[in-house]
C-alpha cells in the first residue's frame, strides 16, 4: 500500500494541473486548408533528342525544378555514339541542353550533376568538354560503375531549376 500512494498522489495531482491549464485555455479548431503551393508532375519530351531506352521520360518538371534521366552519348535517332569520350560528352551535353530548353530550363540553371564511367581514367577527358559547358560549377558527383545501361560507357544525370 505505501508503494503505490505515491504513484496515486502523483497521477491525481497531474490530474488536477492537466484540468486547471485546460480551464483556462480556449481552443478555436481551425478549418482544414490544403498546402497553397501544390506541385504539378510533368513529364518532358522532345524529338530533337532520343527516345528513352525504356519506360521512362527523358525529364520530369515539378516544383521548379526538371530532373533528367541518365543522359548517354546518342544521337537524336538513338544511334549510339561510337567515337572518342569528347564525342560523347558532347552528345550527351546537346541531348541535355535540348531536354532542358524545352522544360523552360538551361546548362546555365544546372545544380548538380551525377557522372557514371565504366572506367574513372577517362575523367581528365571528360572534363575538358563538361567543364567549358558549365563554368558555374555545378555540384557534381562520379562514380566508377562495372556496367551501364546499352553497353555505353559513359551516363549523365542532371537536376536544373527553372
Not at 519506360?55 to 552519348?73: R, T
Not at 563554368?135 to 551516363?155: F, N, T, W
Amino acid at each position: 500500500m505505501f508503494r503505490t500512494a505515491p504513484r496515486l498522489f502523483a497521477v491525481t495531482r497531474f490530474t488536477q494541473v492537466h484540468r486547471a491549464v485546460h480551464s483556462t485555455c480556449k481552443f478555436t479548431m481551425l478549418p482544414f486548408q490544403p498546402a497553397r503551393h501544390q506541385s504539378t508532375v510533368t513529364a518532358v519530351y522532345t524529338d530533337k533528342t532520343h527516345r528513352p531506352l525504356a519506360h521512362y521520360s527523358q525529364a520530369i518538371k515539378a516544383a521548379g525544378q526538371v530532373w533528367l534521366s541518365g543522359q548517354v552519348p546518342a544521337d537524336a535517332q538513338g544511334n549510339l555514339v561510337k567515337g572518342s569520350v569528347t564525342e560523347k560528352t558532347q552528345a550527351i551535353i546537346r541531348n541535355t541542353e535540348a531536354i532542358l530548353h524545352e522544360a523552360g530550363s538551361s546548362l546555365e540553371r544546372v545544380v548538380k550533376v551525377v557522372v557514371y564511367l565504366n572506367d574513372a581514367s577517362i575523367m581528365p577527358e571528360f572534363a575538358q568538354v563538361y567543364d567549358a559547358a558549365f563554368p558555374h560549377k555545378p555540384a557534381r558527383s562520379m562514380v566508377e560503375v562495372a556496367k551501364l545501361p546499352a553497353g555505353v560507357d559513359i551516363q549523365v544525370d542532371f537536376i536544373a531549376v527553372i
